[in-house]
């Protein structure tokens, strides 16, 4: 009776075991799941655009920042990549006013906004991710991009550049 006791409370023991080894695993294979989720990758891009009108801009910013908005840990990624279809300097300009605009007139706080130039890839591009603080973040986070020739636009330049510096919102 004894040893008949002892091997059903040894299965007992076993099966316990068990779940609790396979608890541990799922657990962690939820968490690296969670974790994987979490990471900022160029094949989860919140919103990518090139040269558009600055209206149109603004509603993609006006999205962009109501995510970091809501995501009370996130930081809000603008990268901008300098293209032939650009002048030089109009990347960086057209970071700048989108920074400025996601700050001044949405109202994100402006620690929480950060904008990398992240290159040249051929053809102007802004892409905007919002990320948590503690994900870190590649860079270039779209590149690297191999064998292209760097050149800009060289017409219309100082317009350019005074155009986009005069952009406001209301």
Known sequence: MKLQFLVATMRVVKLIIAALCMAIVFESDASRAEALHNYATPDRLFDEYGRIRW??????????AIQVTNESDSIGYIFVYDGENVCVGEAQARAV?????????????????????DG??????????????????PYPFMGPFKN???????????????????????
């Open 120 to 137: 040249y890839a051929g053809e102007f591009r802004i892409v905007l991710q919002p990320a948590s603080r503690s994900i870190p973040i």
């Open 55 to 64: 209206e149109d801009e603004q509603a993609r910013l006006d999205n962009f």
């Open 148 to 170: 292209v020739l760097t050149r800009h636009v060289t017409k219309n330049c100082k317009a350019r550049l005074a155009q986009i510096k005069r952009s406001k919102w209301n």
């Open 97 to 117: 006013r989108a920074k400025n605009y996601i700050v001044e007139h949405r109202g994100v706080p402006w620690n929480r906004v950060i904008w990398r130039h």
